[in-house]
């Protein structure tokens, strides 16, 4: 009885709560062609009523629902970034990176102090460059990083860290040439 009961609730609560949600997954996306809140609440309730047989017996469906949606909408900002926000996105994050070497200033880092920056990074052996990119450019937490890899996130730690003072000990000496 348990999986006529979740189908029963899951559509009783979508039939309820629709225009709540439509507003949740706008409060958190802009709409592109990509990002859809409609297209959201529609994926997510395929999946829903597709397990609501095999599943567990929902308690809290509004947890449930509105956890299952949190995740979609982070997996579709993940996966479906827009190429210019790629770039305007990218160059906050070296601006991060560099701001972990020389701290926080009220002047903006020079088109040289970047250049010399990417040009750093991507010359780093590949398992340093990986974990740099991923962490600091896309985002991704150790966790996500170990599973997805089978590296242990210890490890994906220690590189980065060498990976950062690698970095750290080529931008010194270019900044000791260049001033």
């Given at each position: 009885m348990s999986e006529t009961d979740n189908y029963n609730k899951l559509k009783s609560f979508f039939s309820k709560e629709y225009g709540l949600l439509k507003s949740f997954v706008n409060s958190r996306i802009t709409e592109s062609?990509?990002?859809?809140?409609?297209?959201?609440?529609?994926?997510v309730a395929l999946k829903l009523f597709s397990r609501a047989e095999t599943s567990?017996?929902?308690?809290?469906?509004?947890?449930?629902?509105?956890?299952?949606?949190?995740n979609k909408?982070?997996?579709?900002?993940?996966?479906?970034?827009?190429?210019?926000?790629?770039?305007?996105?990218?160059?906050v994050r070296l601006i991060e990176l560099t701001e972990l070497f020389y701290g926080?200033?009220?002047?903006?880092?020079?088109?040289?102090?970047?250049?010399?920056l990417r040009n750093s990074v991507s010359n780093l052996k590949p398992p340093y460059r990986d974990i740099i990119v991923a962490v600091d450019f896309e985002g991704y937490s150790y966790k996500e990083i170990s599973s997805?890899?089978?590296?242990?996130?210890?490890?994906?730690?220690?590189r980065r860290h060498r990976a950062l003072s690698i970095l750290y000990k080529q931008l010194e000496k270019k900044k000791i040439f260049n001033n």
């Open positions: 062609t990509d990002r859809d809140a409609e297209d959201i609440i529609q994926d567990l017996p929902i308690n809290n469906v509004g947890g449930f629902v509105y956890g299952s949606i949190r909408i982070i997996d579709t900002m993940r996966t479906k970034k827009q190429k210019n926000n790629i770039h305007d996105e990218n160059e926080k200033s009220d002047n903006s880092y020079s088109e040289k102090m970047k250049h010399e997805e890899t089978g590296i242990p996130e210890g490890t994906l730690m220690s």
